[in-house]
């Protein structure tokens, strides 16, 4: 069975920065691109970010570039989200996902499981 | 960036009764578009990929068509567990995006 597990989510003063991970097991780890995507408080699905199965393609949203940094460790199949100058709007929780490897279009995919998510708070 | 805008944003429905869904994006998406469904506090799970396919699991009352710029997501008979939100999501380009979503409540 997949799992994925975020953690590291907390409250976090205006500036500050959170290192978010997601302990990912049942599955293969290395061989799948993964995304970091959020959700604020009553609000829609946001994507933050993509890392390739081997970290070599990177993608950001337009939001959080320069400031967060998507990694990886597949000897700990592990996937990280470190954030940087937060600010309020930051807010949301946050779900590692993983993509599919089928059906997918030419340059990107859908995400076929999800964690439970973690809570990020960015307060003054 | 692609634009993906879903109507209506609260579907009123009874049980038993059909809901359909829509979904459109500001420039044609192929096939490339998947329906997921999220209930209060939980994550959300995927339904349909590749506008009509339904994910390992899901019911055949969900169905997913459309291509291009225009889709849909019906449920045929709506049963309790269904009511929740549902969200499009094009993965045709980058930056991945999302529909603002609609809520099927009773």
């Known amino acids: 069975e997949v799992q994925l597990v975020e953690s590291g989510g907390g409250l976090v003063q205006t500036g500050g920065s959170l290192r978010l991970s997601c302990a990912a097991s049942g599955f293969t780890f290395r061989t799948y691109s993964m995304n970091w995507v959020r959700q604020a408080p009553g609000k829609g699905l946001e994507w933050v970010s993509y890392i390739g199965s081997r970290s070599r393609t990177i993608y950001y949203a337009d939001s959080v570039k320069g400031r967060f940094t998507i990694s990886r460790d597949n000897a700990k199949n592990s996937l990280y989200l470190e954030m940087n100058s937060l600010r309020a709007e930051d807010t949301a929780v946050y779900y590692c996902?993983?993509?599919?490897?089928?059906?997918?279009?030419?340059?990107?995919?859908?995400?076929?499981?999800w964690g439970q998510g973690t809570l990020v708070t960015v307060s003054s | 960036e692609i634009v993906m805008t879903q109507s209506p944003a609260t579907l009123s429905v009874s049980p038993g009764e059909r809901a359909t869904l829509s979904c459109r994006a500001s420039?044609?998406?192929?096939?490339?578009l998947a329906w997921y469904q999220q209930k209060p506090g939980r994550a959300p799970t995927l339904l349909i990929y590749g506008a009509s396919i339904r994910a390992t699991g899901i019911p055949a009352r969900f169905s997913g068509s459309g291509s291009g710029t225009e889709f849909t997501l019906t449920i045929s008979i709506l049963l309790s567990e269904d009511f929740a939100v549902y969200f499009c999501?094009?993965?045709?380009?980058?930056?991945?995006?999302f529909g603002g979503g609609t809520k099927v409540e009773i």
């Open positions: 999501q094009q993965y045709n380009d980058w930056p991945l995006t």
């Open positions: 996902a993983r993509d599919s490897t089928y059906y997918c279009s030419r340059t990107s995919c859908y995400s076929d499981d």
């Open positions: 420039q044609s998406i192929s096939n490339n």
